[in-house]
């Protein structure tokens, strides 16, 4: 069965409003939610970084549906530290909670003053660091002296149901690497034709579970207002690899967005004032094999598109659901 999520933007809103928005977003009929982990945004004029650890206790004890997150193990945290974490919440909340472990982004991980390897190297450390966390996990003690260290770690709270370890992926050749060890994908809005060779790319290499994409939008009344939105909130997020993942500060993201033009943003932002439209764009990346759509709209007040969608959009598209 699909499933259509919402997703809470920590670099976008406050913590507070984040935590009403998900409660909203469970009344108007979202089936799940997920959120970012961001310290820092990608703008200024996003201009937020709340700790999605404690918005997530929070979020999950005032609502019933299930909600994971992005979770990078690096030097901010420690896969040891990250499993007590992950651990902590899927043992008081199961079944509940799912965590999505990358490879992490220069702007979020070298504020520990430690340097940004190659993507190689962060890759290999974040497959020893999955290692690590699944071992802890499961209650086993953990030593190991490679890319990663520990010594003698043991988590000791932990969850009778195991939490599920997503793959974040963008390239087919990411999602082929992560289907090692992934218990389900997680990627973004690309061009379809290159969204249909990630999740080939997935299962053809052995990859289980439930394919998820996360869908940036942008929905208003009008389409000037909705273009607009898209450009203030998210042309600082048109780069992609190595300048996403290489580039250290917010200010450099914003020098290199000055010039963004509103058809740049249409490039990697669905943006339309028909909902109809929004309905045609995630029934087409359900036909093409996606599972479950996050809905991620990329202005700064929700309360307007969870009205709209939760009141037009998601029913029908569980009507079409239930005839295709």
Known sequence: MNRIGFHASHE??????????????????FDMAMCSEHLTPWSVRQGHGGSNWPWLGAALATTAFPIGSLAIP????HPVVLAHQVATLAQMFPGRYWAALGSGEAMQETVTGEPWPPKEE???RLEESVDIIRR????????RDGLVRASRARVWETPEEQPLLIGPAISPESAARVAAWADGLVTVNR????LAEVLTAYRENGGRGRAAL?????WAPTMEEAEAIAHD?????VFGDPIAGDTLTVEAFDTMSEYVRVEDVHGVVRISDD?????????????LGFDDVYLHHVGQSQQAFLDAFGGSVLPALRQAGGDR
């Open 214 to 218: 996360q869908l940036h939008l942008s």
């Open 136 to 143: 802890l996990l499961a209650g086993q003690e953990v030593s």
């Open 191 to 194: 061009p379809v034709e290159v």
């Open 122 to 124: 962060r890759v290999a």
């Open 275 to 287: 909902l109809g439209r929004h309905r045609e764009w995630i029934a087409e990346y359900l036909d």
């Open 233 to 237: 909130q998210w042309r600082s997020n």
């Open 12 to 29: 976008q809103l406050s913590p507070r409003q984040l935590l009403a928005d998900v409660q909203s977003a469970e009344r108007a009929g």
């Open 74 to 77: 690096g030097p901010r945290y």
